[in-house]
């Protein structure tokens, strides 16, 4: 085998081609990755939501309870409330301040959908800031 050092003159030839194998090689590792992480990150798991450990936060010294009864009847703190009142009954209740948080308390058998409509009911009457009311799980055992 022999090699061949003098090409002939100083000039050397530009080249015009990409190689493009190593972009092709990481386009392939990059599919890879994504097919398997993309079923992952799918969630289909039953939950029970209602108790939570995360540490409570303090109450301001008047809190506004929503509460979303089992059988889909509303109350703001012991009052009873219809729906289509639930805006007008907020306003009284808060003094039309509509940055008072409110807390919602769903009962454990309330579907997911009603207390997601009774939120949207809140968002439609102006009060943006909502907390979700569970029991401690510490209390609990």
Not at 18 to 33: E, G, K, Q, R
Not at 119 to 131: D, E, I, S, T, Y
């Amino acid at each position: 085998m022999s090699v061949r050092l003098d090409h002939g003159g100083d000039v050397l030839d530009e080249l015009h081609e990409i190689n493009v194998t190593p972009f092709i090689d990481v386009m392939l590792v990059l599919l890879i990755i994504f097919m398997v992480a993309a079923p992952l990150a799918t969630v289909d798991i039953a939950v029970d939501l209602p108790s939570s450990t995360a540490k409570p936060q303090e109450r301001p010294d008047m809190p506004v309870f929503l509460s979303v009864k089992s059988d889909l009847s509303l109350a703001i703190g012991d009052e009873m409330v219809a729906r289509a009142g639930l805006s007008d009954a907020l306003i009284r209740t808060t003094k039309g301040d509509k940055d008072t948080r409110i807390f919602v308390r769903g009962d454990r058998t309330v579907p997911y959908g009603e207390v997601m409509e009774v939120m949207n009911l809140l968002r439609g009457a102006g009060f943006l800031k909502v907390a979700l009311v569970g029991l401690d799980k510490a209390q609990q055992q």
